[in-house]
């Protein structure tokens, strides 16, 4: 089965830390996504990465960066985290072949800034 | 840009009973798969079923089904049999060909009732 995990479900941080999130996936994906979820918004995304060291923004990526050093791990960024950054934030990889395509989501980090 | 739509924020059914889910989509693009998630309180996203949308026929998987109207731009989820381990939130999204991302819709949350 493939896994795709973040290393934290709860985190509570103070206003102005910076927060690492981080996410591993075990299936040699390409593409790994960061989306933040919140109620009555459905899934946002925040960043994505088709490969090793390679980003593109999102539709809401402000306040928030990313790394991507290693293939397998995909880590977000809260450069200094505001209290209008808690929320769930999701991590997801995925493969395209020529057969099709499907995402694969982490457990997800309830992020809580005070 | 492509869009999800989802137009029931909260849908409830009777156990055994039938719900159908609705979804609509925006794209210029002729190439993309369509999905339905579900997302229990675990908070695990779990795929329930997929469309190729140059596929004519309806996909379907076990109790859940979609209707897929192409021209239409329209894919809803038909669960049938109702249980009450299918209350979650339900999301639709769309991905176009290639290493791109999910576009997600708002999300639908489900309440089967015994």
């Known amino acids: 089965d493939v896994k795709v995990t973040q290393s934290s479900r709860y985190l509570v941080k103070r206003t102005g830390e910076k927060v690492f999130l981080e996410c591993v996936q075990d299936m040699d994906h390409e593409n790994m996504f960061w989306y933040r979820q919140d109620p009555g918004l459905g899934l946002r995304l925040i960043y994505f990465s088709y490969d090793v060291k390679m980003k593109e923004k999102g539709d809401i990526p402000e306040g928030y960066s990313v790394s991507r050093e290693k293939k397998e791990r995909f880590s977000l960024i809260l450069e200094s985290a505001s209290t209008n950054q808690t929320s769930m934030y999701l991590c997801a990889s995925s493969f395209y072949r020529g057969s099709g395509t499907e995402a694969f989501f982490g457990q997800g980090t309830r992020l809580t800034v005070v | 840009a492509q869009t999800v739509t989802q137009s029931q924020p909260e849908m409830s059914v009777q156990e055994a009973e039938t719900v159908t889910l609705s979804c609509t989509y925006d794209t210029s693009e002729s190439n993309y798969y369509l999905f339905w998630y579900k997302q229990p309180p675990s908070r695990q996203m779990i795929l329930v079923i997929r469309?190729?949308?140059?596929?004519?026929q309806n996909a379907t998987e076990n109790r859940f089904s979609v209707n897929f109207q192409k021209a239409a731009k329209s894919f809803s989820l038909k669960i049938s049999d109702s249980q009450l381990g299918d209350t979650a939130m339900y999301f639709c999204a769309f991905i176009l060909s290639g290493n791109t991302p999910l576009v997600f819709g708002k999300g639908t949350r489900l309440s089967v009732i015994a």
């Open positions: 469309q190729e949308a140059y596929k004519q």
